[in-house]
């Protein structure tokens, strides 16, 4: 079970820190910023983890391939969107559609991660378990749009955190009554990558106040 998280949490990574390298290429970072925005994207939301649920020090920390896998991540995209600069900027719609797919491949992964990890330090609590969820999902990427000074996307983008929490207490129950942990995963994961990209493709929006059009 653990090769098989570390697995899916390595492909988490991948997906956020193409991210995180590529918003911080469009707000025009040096290849040390995209680095920095790469790592905190994958990363980030796995360090509050570990600080919540007391895993000291962070597993990023224990285990270096975290952050070597996002570095070579963030040098990947920095090095192609360089070499083909023009396909990246004349094909948006599919880069963008490239990025949505990705955050929702990211945003599940790190989900249902964040339960079994709360899980495994045997944390029975439902609370926590979610709470860890969507703090594993979403942590990082708050902590990026900080850095890119943007308004983080859990608060105005298509259905973001609920996707992530919604997801995570699927994963919990599941587990919670003995259904085996490659199926909860398996479903909680998908649930939360359905909703955002039903969300993105329909719409969806959480109700909200414009005062100014």
Known sequence: MEI??????????????V??????????????????????TALGGGLIRDLIIGRIPPNM?????????????CAVVFLWIWWRKEIYLHRRQVIENVFN????????????????????RGFDNGFLCVF?????ACGGGI???????????????HVYAIAAIIGSLICYLMIHYHVHEYIAITVGGAAVFFIRIFAIKYQ???PSIRLKE
């Open 61 to 73: 920390f224990i285990h270096p391939s975290y952050l070597l896998v996002s570095l070579i991540t």
């Open 101 to 120: 797919i990705l955050d929702a491949v990211g945003l599940a992964v790190f989900a249902v991660i964040g339960v079994m990890s709360a899980w495994h």
């Open 143 to 157: 902590v990026r749009d900080v850095i890119a000074n943007d308004v983080p996307m859990i608060f105005h983008s």
């Open 132 to 136: 860890v969820g969507l703090c594993t």
């Open 204 to 206: 969806w929006n959480l």
């Open 4 to 17: 098989a998280l570390y697995i899916i949490e390595i492909i988490g990574t991948i997906a956020f820190a």
């Open 19 to 40: 991210i995180g390298a590529m918003i911080a290429i469009d707000k025009g970072f040096d290849i040390f910023g995209i680095a920095v925005l790469g790592v905190t």
